[in-house]
């Protein structure tokens, strides 16, 4: 699908969330073969980038649960998806401007 394999586990949204909501600053760094493959595709993806914890995994279901219940105490999946879309773009919109200086797309 378009969802990063990262973004599609439960512990990756979430800290992201944590950390955002939180005030904590940070980068979101993509690994190599994930970014050629975003170049490759850049003009075709749509959905790139979007997140759905609902549908995000765990290796314990329990883990799971007990992330779900944090995150409907602060305010929901909707939420959360929100907030860590809104920083996938960023980075995203860093790379897009990286790949345009660099004359990546030629």
Same mark, same amino acid.
């Given at each position: 699908?378009?969802?990063?394999?990262?973004?599609?586990?439960?512990?990756?949204?979430?800290?992201?969330?944590?950390?955002?909501?939180?005030? $904590?600053?940070?980068?979101? =760094?993509?690994?190599?073969? @994930?970014?050629?493959?975003? *170049? %490759?595709?850049?003009?075709?993806?749509?959905?790139?980038?979007?997140?759905?914890?609902?549908?995000?995994?765990?290796?314990?279901?329990?883990?799971?649960?007990? $992330?779900?219940?944090?995150? =409907?105490?602060?305010?929901? @999946?909707?939420?959360?998806? *929100? %907030?860590?879309?809104?920083?996938?773009?960023?980075?995203?919109?860093?790379?897009?401007?990286?790949?345009?200086?660099?004359?990546?797309?030629?």
């Amino acid at each position: 699908g378009d969802q990063t394999k990262y973004f599609s586990r439960i512990w990756p949204v979430y800290e992201v969330f944590v950390a955002l909501t939180q005030g $904590i600053s940070m980068d979101l =760094a993509f690994l190599p073969l @994930a970014l050629k493959r975003f *170049r %490759e595709k850049m003009p075709a993806r749509r959905n790139i980038g979007k997140v759905d914890v609902s549908h995000a995994e765990a290796t314990l279901p329990e883990d799971k649960n007990s $992330i779900m219940i944090k995150i =409907a105490e602060a305010g929901g @999946a909707e939420n959360v998806n *929100r %907030e860590v879309e809104l920083k996938i773009s960023d980075a995203l919109g860093d790379e897009i401007s990286r790949c345009w200086k660099a004359d990546l797309w030629k």
